[in-house]
């Protein structure tokens, strides 16, 4: 990679992460129609540009480049959005800090576990056997896939349902939902 590859990585990433943290004030918000409709112009967009760049430039750089203007552009969308709907930033409350760590550090030792699968399991498989079980295992895996995209469009719906009924003291509510 070069310096240019990484600084523009470093910036999508950055702009990525931050997006992904709109998108999750949408939906705890429920907004969950307008968070529907900005996902499928992003993904439209995207796909679009991304493919006519690539096509167009066959240059890396020049993609990536495009890639990390969009993802600029989305930001920018999702901090509009949350601010027209009036929400502003906050001073941080540094006090809470010991429960939220108490409750996510587990959370992050199972989501770097995934992330360990995620990188290794192809691996692996191709060190003990060969390279069509690797096509095998992908191919199983995507269909996998399909089982996790309705969940997580459930997810995303039941997690903001469920937070509210939380906050509403209506725990029985709570329980048979959960």
């Known amino acids: 990679y070069s310096f240019e590859q990484s600084q523009l990585f470093l910036l999508f990433l950055i702009f990525k992460n931050l997006s992904n943290q709109g998108e999750h004030l949408l939906m705890t918000q429920r907004y969950a129609k307008e968070w529907t409709l900005i996902s499928l112009a992003i993904f439209g ?18 993609t990536i480049a495009v890639l990390v203007i969009i993802e600029g552009i989305v930001l920018g969308t999702f901090l509009g959005f949350i601010w027209k709907k009036g929400i502003g930033p906050a001073k941080p409350e540094f006090s809470s800090i010991a429960p939220l760590l108490k409750f996510g550090l587990p959370l992050m030792a199972a989501n770097l576990g995934y992330w360990i699968i995620q990188s290794s399991d192809r691996y692996l498989i191709k060190y003990f056997l060969d390279i069509s079980q690797v096509g095998f295992y992908s191919v199983g895996y995507s269909l996998a896939f399909i089982l996790i995209f309705f969940w997580n469009t459930l997810r995303g719906v039941l997690l903001p349902d469920l937070a509210a009924l939380f906050d509403q003291g209506k725990f029985k509510e709570f329980e048979i939902r959960f």
């Open 45 to 62: 967009i995207t796909t679009g540009l991304i493919a006519l760049t690539a096509v167009a430039s066959k240059n890396i750089i020049t």
